[in-house]
């Protein structure tokens, strides 16, 4: 274990035990997919300009979990959220709450580049355009989103063309780029990585870290090295088996400071999962 937990870059970031502000919170989070008990009883807070990294097996939950943040969820006829999802105080599960307006405050970024098939300068300016987004100078905006996102010196003198020409790793900043443009509070990554060579894969890395300033990440990833290396804390998550179905109900098992998640888990699941004993 020594190893992930020597690179985890920011061990000296001062951070209390719990997020004391959270932007977000998960209070008794339950989904299910029909009679499918996808995720059980998860509580979770998110802290303001944090990192949280949530890990563990395939089919554990952990993005589920995710799209619920979001609403994403509700784009599944089958699924059905209980509990709550506070985001500044309010329940974003509330029926007065437009799933629309959530996900222009808690942006999201996919695992595979998507970028629609218009120009470099149209994919950033897509989403203020359909959402009404007052904007004074939209060239400015553009410019904005893509030095945010680390890429306007790249992409700079080519806004016309396709962005169907940029790198698999430009791509994904250009969704970074576009996801910033309409100025969300909070931006969920879901293996944002895991599609790119290890050279653009370092360069999201470091673009998250640049982020962390302005916006609060959640990211759920695969590679343990990659929630060591930039999340603030970590968040583990296993699946229990159904003795009877054989289907697996994703469970929150620990959350912490990631340096401890690394260095000294409290529950043996999660060491055995850090130490590569299972999953």
């Not at 300009?49 to 993005?63: D, F, L, Q, V």
């Not at 029926?95 to 222009?104: E, G, H, L, N, S």
């Not at 290396?229 to 003795?243: H, L």
């Amino acid at each position: 274990m020594g190893s992930l937990s020597d690179v985890h870059g920011d061990a000296n970031r001062q951070l209390p035990e719990f997020p004391l502000d959270p932007v977000m919170e998960a209070r008794n989070l339950n989904v299910f997919y029909g009679d499918f008990h996808a995720v059980h009883d998860v509580n979770l807070a998110y802290g303001k300009n944090e990192i949280t990294a949530m890990i563990g097996p395939s089919g554990c939950g952990k993005s589920t979990v995710l799209r619920c943040l979001n609403r994403m969820n509700d784009l599944v006829a089958s699924a059905r959220v209980e509990g709550e999802v506070i985001y500044h105080e309010q329940n974003i599960y509330a029926r007065d709450v437009d799933p629309i307006a959530v996900r222009t405050h808690v942006g999201m970024v996919f695992q595979k580049p998507n970028p629609f098939p218009k120009s470099i300068y149209d994919n950033i300016a897509y989403g203020p355009r359909v959402t009404g987004m007052k904007v004074d100078n939209m060239d400015d905006l553009v410019e904005g989103a893509l030095r945010g996102a680390a890429l306007w010196d790249e992409v700079k003198d080519k806004l016309k063309q396709s962005a169907y020409g940029l790198s698999g790793g430009q791509q994904q900043r250009l969704c970074i780029a576009r996801t910033i443009a309409t100025k969300p509070d909070v931006i969920l990554m879901d293996e944002p990585c895991s599609a790119l060579d290890p050279i653009a894969t370092a360069r999201v890395e470091d673009l998250m870290l640049q982020l962390r300033d302005d916006y609060t990440l959640i990211v759920v990833t695969h590679n343990m090295q990659q929630a060591a290396r930039v999340s603030d804390r970590t968040a583990f998550f296993t699946a229990r088996p159904d003795e009877t179905t054989g289907n697996r109900t994703g469970l929150l098992v620990e959350y912490d400071l990631t340096a401890k998640i690394f260095s000294n888990p409290g529950n043996q699941q999660t060491e055995d999962y850090i130490s590569g004993r299972f999953g």
